[in-house]
């Protein structure tokens, strides 16, 4: 036989020993190419920040997450209003729109609720058909779409963005609510397993509130694992991006790292407006710090994408700390928080931004998106709001801040 053919065939007969190792492949190279996206918040999960309008129409200060709007009104007024959003807020044009703007990847937050209400939680059904319509219309514009478990049952971070505002959340405290998410998860996953074309990735859980304490870092680390697809025997070619509940990267070191788990990503969320410290931050501390994290990011052991970031750097945005809220730049935000300015002219209509603040805010975003880059990529939160153009990448391309094509960059040494 000659030379080279004997190598073949020793290659292949190589190659057909490991079949295991060889057979995973997701539906997007996390590991080769950029993950570019945004996320679509606000959505099939609501939040008062991003769409104030369908809190006020309530009436009722009362309601502050989506556990209290179905809670505190009549069954088919708060249906009818969900209806109407989730009809209007998303529909194909944006995803047409987010194609066009040169992204690759939508994060799509979604509740348990979606899935299985239990007795007596108040929360509305009917988000599941947008959710199947979003992989449809994500699919017809070739982006990739993550399903992101952003609410669990008795709430893993008492955010209003959890649906259930809480002083302490209880998902990790109680082994049902834990059952219950797993199970939601499997279901996920099946649900999505022959599409990982469009849906290569999931994310089990949104932000678990790890600065709680080793309890809840213990019943979340087995959750990692547990909802990881299939085991050790890899069947699925779904990747599972965890996040890291608010642990330093040195913290998950190694974690999942090794061949029994392919296909896990880590997910980091890096904002710089919700402490005293950060939000007081120059604009050029801003920049810094977001370069900073670039040689960590790049230094990961599994994939990592910062699923969460955005060019807004103070926290001005109306109810950004819950309904009726103030915030700590302008010293409004109960509690001890200093005055560092006004918030005129940081959030709201982007028609009110200086032009120093926006060429501040594209040098920030390419400094974010530099540095992320540094690892497998980043996906901006969020799309559209109402009433935050700070927040909102589609005001940013359209104020330009946000270029047209995000690799082309005005400040491609700004870190340097
Ligand atoms: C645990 O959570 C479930 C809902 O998932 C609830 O029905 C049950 O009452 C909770 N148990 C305790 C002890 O709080």
């Given at each position: 036989m000659p030379l080279l053919s004997r190598l073949v065939s020793l290659t292949v007969l190589a190659l057909s020993a490991i079949p295991s190792v060889l057979?995973?492949?997701?539906?997007?190279n996390y590991g080769s190419q950029k993950v570019r996206g945004v996320n679509l918040g606000g959505w099939l999960v609501l939040e008062p920040w991003i769409t104030p309008s369908i809190f006020e129409d309530?009436?009722?200060?009362?309601?502050?997450d989506e556990w209290t709007f179905g809670q505190f009104q009549d069954y088919n007024t708060a249906k009818a209003a969900l209806q109407d959003h989730w009809s209007s807020w998303i529909t194909e044009k944006d995803f047409e729109a987010i194609a066009a703007a040169g992204l690759n990847h939508v994060r799509l937050p979604i509740g348990y609720w979606a899935f299985e209400v239990g007795a007596g939680e108040p929360y509305i059904t009917g988000q599941l058909d947008y959710l199947k319509s979003a992989i449809t219309w994500a699919s017809n514009h070739d982006l990739k779409l993550i399903i992101d478990l952003h609410g669990a049952p008795g709430s893993q971070?008492?955010?209003?963005?959890?649906g259930h505002k809480m002083s302490y959340p209880t998902w990790h405290s109680n082994q049902t609510n834990v059952d219950r998410t797993d199970a939601i998860i499997k279901t996920i996953i099946s649900m999505v397993d022959s599409q990982t074309g469009t849906v290569p990735i999931i994310a089990p859980?949104?932000?678990?509130?790890?600065?709680?304490g080793d309890d809840v870092l213990e019943v979340v680390k087995q959750y990692w694992y547990d909802s990881?697809?299939?085991?050790?025997?890899?069947?699925?070619?779904t990747v599972e991006l965890i996040h890291d509940?608010?642990?330093?990267l040195s913290y998950w070191?190694?974690?999942?790292?090794?061949?029994?788990?392919?296909?896990v990503a880590m997910d980091t969320h890096i904002y710089q407006m919700f402490s005293d410290e950060q939000v007081a931050y120059s604009y050029s501390q801003h920049i810094q710090d977001a370069c900073s994290h670039g040689s960590d990011l790049s230094a990961f052991d599994l994939w990592i994408i910062v699923g969460e970031w955005t060019p807004?750097?103070?926290?001005?945005?109306?109810?950004?700390?819950?309904?009726g809220g103030g915030a700590r730049y302008d010293g409004t935000?109960?509690?001890?928080s200093t005055y560092v300015g006004s918030c005129t002219g940081k959030t709201?209509?982007?028609?009110?931004?200086s032009s120093s603040y926006k060429t501040f805010m594209r040098q920030y975003w390419e400094a974010q998106v530099i540095s992320y880059e540094k690892g497998a990529g980043w996906i901006q939160?969020?799309?559209?709001a109402e009433n935050a153009d700070d927040w909102s990448y589609q005001a940013g391309l359209q104020y330009g801040w946000i270029p047209q094509d995000p690799t082309d960059l005005e400040y491609p040494n700004i870190c340097d």
């Open positions: 057979s995973f492949q997701p539906g997007f309530t009436g009722n200060s009362d309601i502050i971070n008492g955010y209003d963005n959890s859980l949104n932000e678990p509130a790890g600065y709680n990881y697809p299939y085991g050790s025997s890899q069947q699925s070619n509940a608010f642990q330093s070191d190694g974690f999942m790292s090794s061949s029994d788990y392919q296909g807004a750097s103070t926290d001005c945005a109306t109810w950004l700390n819950g309904r935000k109960s509690g001890d709201g209509s982007a028609s009110s931004f939160w969020t799309w559209k």
